[in-house]
């Protein structure tokens, strides 16, 4: 956040108003900062988006996977969001034209960010809706800035530029699975197919190891999915796409 002492007065009494309140339009260049979301997930039942994400309270934890990756997300449009000084909710403060919303699917296409995804729009803004748009990453003024038409307003938090760490689940998801079908699953095919009549070796040994690495690696792949289904319950969403289709069969196979 720029310094307040670092502003001519006029601009220190606009940022303590940004504290107040998650973004604002900006001052004399026409553009407005704000949360891009998309329209299906804001239109859902209490604005609560396939991601899990509130909406109305906490746009900052909608992910760009859930607006790119979900086709009903990418198909309906979207929208930026603005908080009043004294709202305790978001609301929409611009829809984007047909021309917007191609321009914001290769924004999130194309953006390294995760989530908390704040944009700056500059185009023509009439009537609620933001036309003629271009869309680029939000950037604080720097703390030198003395003012002049095109300042803007601090927001009360700075967007995220490279994304969040990857979820605790998400990562687990990954071990499980590359321990169980990278390591023990295939170990143990490999003993069964190799191992069996190999001199001094006890009879029936091959079987013993086998079963053992079979029956953890089983156990561990159950685990990795698991961990996926709470992945996608908590950051994403439920069968979305073919890597999910194509797990939930590997892993009945695994079991069967």
């Given at each position: 956040?720029?310094?307040?002492?670092?502003?001519?007065?006029?601009?220190?009494?606009?940022?303590?108003?940004?504290?107040?309140?998650?973004?604002?339009?900006?001052?004399?260049?026409?553009?407005?900062?704000?949360?891009?979301?998309?329209?299906y997930?804001?239109?859902?039942?209490?604005?609560?988006?396939?991601?899990?994400?509130?909406?109305?309270?906490?746009?900052?934890?909608?992910?760009?996977?859930c607006?790119?990756?979900?086709?009903?997300?990418?198909?309906?449009?979207?929208?930026?969001?603005?908080r009043?000084?004294?709202?305790?909710?978001?609301?929409?403060?611009?829809?984007?034209?047909?021309?917007?919303?191609?321009?914001?699917?290769?924004?999130?296409?194309?953006t390294?960010?995760?989530?908390?995804?704040?944009?700056?729009?500059?185009?023509?803004?009439?009537d609620?809706?933001?036309?003629?748009?271009?869309?680029?990453?939000?950037?604080?003024p720097?703390?030198?800035?003395?003012?002049?038409?095109?300042?803007?307003?601090?927001?009360?938090?700075?967007?995220?530029?490279?994304?969040?760490?990857?979820e605790?689940?998400?990562?687990?998801?990954?071990?499980?699975?590359?321990?169980?079908?990278?390591?023990?699953?295939?170990?143990?095919?490999?003993?069964?197919?190799?191992?069996?009549?190999?001199?001094?070796?006890?009879?029936?040994?091959?079987?013993?190891?086998?079963?053992?690495?079979?029956?953890?690696?089983?156990?561990?792949?159950?685990?990795?999915?698991a961990?996926?289904?709470?992945?996608?319950?908590?950051?994403?969403?439920?069968?979305?796409?073919?890597?999910?289709?194509?797990?939930?069969?590997?892993?009945?196979?695994?079991?069967?």
């Amino acid at each position: 956040l720029p310094s307040v002492a670092a502003m001519r007065v006029p601009y220190a009494a606009l940022a303590l108003v940004s504290l107040a309140s998650a973004q604002v339009e900006q001052l004399g260049d026409g553009s407005f900062s704000g949360y891009l979301i998309d329209l299906y997930c804001w239109d859902l039942p209490d604005s609560i988006a396939l991601d899990g994400a509130d909406l109305k309270t906490s746009p900052d934890r909608h992910t760009v996977h859930c607006m790119r990756d979900i086709q009903s997300c990418r198909d309906n449009g979207f929208a930026v969001l603005d908080r009043s000084a004294n709202a305790e909710q978001y609301s929409i403060k611009y829809r984007l034209d047909a021309e917007g919303n191609a321009k914001a699917l290769a924004y999130v296409d194309s953006t390294s960010k995760t989530a908390d995804v704040v944009v700056t729009l500059r185009g023509n803004f009439k009537d609620g809706t933001a036309s003629n748009v271009e869309i680029v990453d939000y950037e604080p003024p720097s703390s030198g800035d003395d003012g002049g038409d095109a300042a803007a307003p601090a927001p009360s938090k700075a967007p995220v530029s490279s994304g969040r760490a990857p979820e605790a689940s998400l990562v687990a998801h990954f071990v499980l699975m590359a321990v169980s079908w990278g390591a023990l699953l295939p170990w143990g095919v490999a003993l069964a197919a190799r191992a069996r009549g190999v001199p001094g070796v006890e009879q029936g040994a091959w079987f013993k190891a086998h079963r053992a690495l079979q029956t953890v690696g089983w156990v561990l792949q159950l685990l990795g999915f698991a961990a996926a289904v709470i992945y996608a319950e908590t950051v994403t969403a439920h069968f979305v796409t073919a890597h999910t289709w194509v797990g939930i069969a590997t892993v009945a196979l695994g079991t069967l």
